[in-house]
């Protein structure tokens, strides 16, 4: 099987998994991925935060009143 010029062989693949390894069990290293969510126009999310109690009695008082949704 032939191989590509860039295409890593199988010993410089198994240094780079003995390098990852040893930096994370002896330098604490490890590999994380980071996650973003915006909000509209790409700026922060809006928060209409509301504790359970409130919520509740805003759910009850609709529901009173008629003006369940």
């Not at 099987?1 to 069990?25: I, Q």
């Not at 909000?39 to 008082?61: N, Q, T, W, Y």
């Amino acid at each position: 099987m032939s191989r590509l010029p860039h295409e890593p062989s199988e010993k410089t693949r198994a240094a780079v998994t003995a390098a990852k390894y040893w930096l994370s069990r002896r330098a604490g290293w490890k590999e994380t991925q980071l996650h973003q969510i915006e909000g509209g126009d790409r700026g922060p999310i809006e928060s209409h935060d509301r504790s359970v109690r409130k919520r509740i009695l805003a759910r009850i008082a609709a529901i009173h009143t008629g003006d369940e949704t």
